[in-house]
């Protein structure tokens, strides 16, 4: 399997389990306030990490050219992403929610299409409806009650609306460093959103509370992040999206077990018809002849057919490294993704 792919399905499993345990863990808090936590827990464990793995602080790589992108991501994925999440979370049922969080990988699939011009095939396309179709099926309200709260899954769909923002501005930087990237949204966003939280009267919860709560913030927001923007180097946006779009099965799976949640007959009709579109993606396949134009970028790799450059220092052909490197034209045909070297339009 496609190491991209793995991380893609890693990041999915732990963002998905943090779902249902941030809406236990947070009770009592307001949805600023746990967004905040839960991205400073991100922020400060990856920054330990990465100075562990550095043993030192090492600049981050990015170009001036670089950085809006990243802060553009920050601001959408790392700060009203998550609010408008937590809001949503307080009005919607665990199981409820995490489906519903399928559709991030829907609004990011358009969002790469028709502004980044990310190619689309058919079976890409319909599993999207699929997904869209789901979670219709999951806000409807129920018994045909036109009273119904749509504030919960609106606040829901405006969390993925955000993300799906957010993945397509990260993609623009994913050849870079993945742990600074996350560790740097998570470190703005936790500081930005804990001091507005306690600027409006938020107060602090205490160790036993907070504790679990930046351990899942960590697991779920931080090494699930590192492994989305690696998965973004090698699959492009909508992709990526696509095998993304797994997490909320097992957030939902762990919210009807740990949360004792009722299952609505339209909760088995969203799956189903998300389990149709996640396969749809699963099974895509993409090859044809394509051609690659002149490129000079820098990021972690071996020598494959993409990279036969020349070196001015000893290296080792058997290693991964990392340096600024010049890809000459060329033409081929083989199955691809959309990555970092693969943004040819069709």
């Known amino acids: 399997m496609n190491l991209s792919i793995v991380y893609a399905l890693a990041a999915a499993a732990l963002f ?4 249902p345990l941030a809406k236990s863990l947070g009770l009592g808090l307001s949805p600023v306030l746990l ?7 991100s922020g400060v464990g990856l920054a330990g990490v990465r100075l562990i793995r550095d043993r030192g602080w090492r600049p981050s790589g990015l170009t001036r050219a670089e950085w809006p992108w990243l802060l553009g991501a920050i601001a959408f994925g790392g700060i009203l992403g998550p609010v408008a999440l937590m809001f949503g979370l307080t009005r919607t049922a665990g199981a409820t929610a995490s489906l519903m969080l399928n559709l991030e990988s829907v609004l990011t699939a358009v969002i790469a ?8 095939d058919r079976r890409i396309v319909l599993g999207m409806l699929a997904i869209v179709l789901g979670g219709v099926a999951l806000s409807w309200p129920e018994g045909g009650n036109a009273n119904a709260d749509w504030t919960g899954p609106l606040g829901v769909a405006l969390a993925c609306a955000c993300w799906g923002i957010d993945n397509n501005l990260t993609r623009k930087v994913s050849a870079s460093d993945a742990l600074f990237i996350a560790g740097t949204k998570g470190l703005i966003a936790g500081v930005v959103n804990c001091s507005l939280a306690l600027y409006l009267g938020a107060r602090l919860p205490d160790l036993a509370q907070l504790a679990p709560i930046l351990l899942v913030g960590f697991l779920g927001y931080g090494i699930s992040l590192v492994m989305f923007v690696l998965a ?5 946006s909508a992709r990526t999206g696509a095998y993304f779009s797994t997490a909320p099965f097992l957030g939902a799976a762990i919210a009807l077990v740990m949360l004792d949640e009722s299952v609505t007959v339209a909760f088995w009709i969203a799956s189903a018809l998300m389990a149709v579109g996640v396969w749809l993606h699963l099974t895509e396949r993409h090859a044809h002849e394509h051609q690659h134009e ?5 990021h972690r790799h071996v020598h494959d057919e993409h990279h036969q450059h020349e070196h001015d220092f000893e290296w080792d052909p058997a290693v991964p490294h990392s340096h600024l490197h010049v890809h000459s034209p060329m033409r081929h045909s083989h199955a691809h993704f959309p990555d970092v070297h693969h943004r040819h339009r069709h």
């Open 232 to 236: 973004l180097r090698g699959l492009g």
């Open 35 to 41: 967004a905040g936590l839960l991205y400073l827990g």
């Open 294 to 298: 002149p490129t000079e970028h820098g």
């Open 113 to 120: 299409w028709l502004v980044f011009r990310e190619n689309a």
């Open 16 to 19: 998905g389990a943090s779902t």
